[in-house]
């Protein structure tokens, strides 16, 4: 009675609006999979409908390749690849939840909508949802393509001015933890065109105080990719990481506090062929393009940074950092001047 009945609703135009709800209350097996499919070719069932197979574990009990044909062709909808991968995260989760896996069909469904991902606008969470998929479904050596294209489609959306890298965050870790030398061979190598927008996906996470994805890669890795172009790769590295953190571990590294250089910013220094050029970039960045609170503060907060450097065993190293301890306390001591004058006209201007 039961199939008769889904079935009518699906021959009913008025009953469109309803129609995979009401299947998702039935539960979805074979027959509902094979009927769920064949609602996608009708325009007048909404494509945010589908959206009902996120719920309780709906999709959970059917195989990896029935499952990949239904969520393919709700993705093949003109609007339907958000959906798709909302009902893919919650498939991937669900499981997880469950202590099971994803089998190949189903790695291969979230690779394939992973493909399609263009950045187009950014919407709600979909920095952490495609973080997820990318995280359950591409698992081997042999998904480097996949990994590949995302990021080269992620920069071109941030190029074009459609999307703000520091929102993916998370997905650009999850690349970076797995694949490595995709993300910095498309995301921070910039022999190409395209070298402000390259700059900018990992300056957006400075600016918004954020964790730099690039922590998620070991320095073997990093340092290797480095050595294999030493004249460009250890400057792009320099601009793209994080060089130094707060000696609290705190996040917050745009307010005042002790720091302490990185690991990572002291070999790159170090294994340069050039560590004055590294130095150098280290240098331009003391500066924050953003900043909350006194810029002074700031900077004053990087010259025990320089100062550890004057000790270093490297004359070289040394005698740069010991130079640059004076164009940095004049600097310090211009923005106070400002701030005060600043909190001067302030203080005159109140109403007492």
């Not at 790769?233 to 130094?244: D, N, S, T």
Request: charged share 30%; aromatic share 8%.
């Amino acid at each position: 009675m039961a199939e008769k009945l889904l079935d009518e609703a699906l021959d009913t135009q008025d009953l469109h609006r309803y129609f995979v709800r009401l299947q998702a209350m039935a539960g979805i097996d074979d027959i509902g999979c094979d009927r769920l499919i064949k609602a996608t070719a009708f325009p007048t069932i909404p494509t945010w409908t589908f959206s009902n197979l996120q719920m309780g574990c709906l999709c959970d009990g059917l195989p990896g390749a029935r499952f990949r044909q239904l969520l393919l062709t709700i993705a093949d909808r003109e609007d339907g690849l958000d959906v798709a991968l909302d009902i893919m995260q919650m498939r991937a989760f669900s499981l997880r939840s469950q202590g099971k896996g994803l089998d190949p069909d189903d790695r291969a469904t979230g690779r394939d909508l992973l493909s399609k991902v263009t950045f187009s606008k950014y919407r709600n969470s979909e920095g952490y949802k495609l973080a997820e998929i990318a995280k359950a479904c591409l698992t081997t050596a042999s998904d480097h393509a996949a990994a590949e294209t995302l990021c080269s489609n992620l920069l071109a959306a941030t190029e074009a001015g459609k999307v703000h890298a520091s929102d993916y965050g998370e997905l650009i870790g999850v690349l970076a933890a797995s694949f490595p030398r995709a993300v910095l061979d498309v995301l921070v190598d910039r022999r190409q065109a395209g070298d402000e927008g390259r700059r900018d996906i990992f300056r957006s996470f400075r600016n918004h105080d954020r964790r730099c994805p690039l922590a998620n890669v070991d320095d073997e890795t990093m340092l290797s990719w480095a050595q294999e172009d030493p004249d460009r790769r250890f400057i792009y590295l320099a601009e793209a990481i994080r060089p130094w953190r707060k000696a609290d571990g705190s996040e917050n590294h745009n307010e005042p506090g002790p720091l302490v250089w990185s690991e990572t910013a002291l070999r790159l220094v170090r294994e340069s062929h050039d560590p004055i050029l590294v130095l150098s970039t280290y240098f331009r960045r003391f500066r924050p393009s953003i900043w909350m609170g006194s810029l002074a503060d700031l900077l004053e907060s990087k010259l025990p940074l320089l100062r550890e450097l004057s000790r270093d065993p490297n004359p070289l190293i040394a005698r740069w950092a010991d130079q640059a301890v004076g164009p940095l306390a004049a600097e310090v001591e211009s923005a106070r001047a400002w701030e005060g004058k600043q909190d001067r006209q302030r203080d005159e201007q109140f109403p007492w």
